[in-house]
Nanobody, 125 residues
Framework: QVQLSESGGGLVQAGGSLRLSCSFS????????MGWFRQTPGAEREFVAGISWDGTYTYYEDSAKGRFTISRNNAENMMYMQMDNLKAEDTAIYYC??????????????????WGQGTQVTVSS
């Protein structure tokens, strides 16, 4: 069974940094494209960043560009997101997800097959 697990969330002041990690197990990691999403109460799950199966291509929602960096290490079955210059509006539960690396809308949460349980990021001002 495929399992994803996020870690690295926490409480940070505005302008600070966090590094989120996502571990993957149960299948060949390189068979999956990956993404980070976030969700706040009462809202839809929102795309933050995506990465291709080999790490060659990365994608970001507009507010994350220049601040967040997604990466992966296939030898370690790990995906990461470095978050710098955090803002209060970044506060959310962050989820990692896995999708097949095929043509589609990588920003659509419905394209993702597996999800972790999420890690809370809280940014105070």
């Amino acid at each position: 069974q495929v399992q994803l697990s996020e870690s690295g969330g926490g409480l940070v002041q505005a302008g600070g940094s966090l590094r989120l990690s996502c571990s993957f197990s149960g299948d060949a990691f390189r068979s999956w494209a990956m993404g980070w999403f976030r969700q706040t109460p009462g809202a839809e799950r929102e795309f933050v960043a995506g990465i291709s199966w080999d790490g060659t291509y990365t994608y970001y929602e507009d507010s994350a560009k220049g601040r967040f960096t997604i990466s992966r290490n296939n030898a370690e079955n790990m995906m990461y997101m470095q978050m710098d210059n955090l803002k209060a509006e970044d506060t959310a539960i962050y989820y990692c997800g896995a999708r097949r690396p095929v043509e589609g809308d990588r920003s659509d949460a419905n394209e993702y097959v597996y999800w972790g349980q999420g890690t809370q990021v809280t940014v105070s001002s």
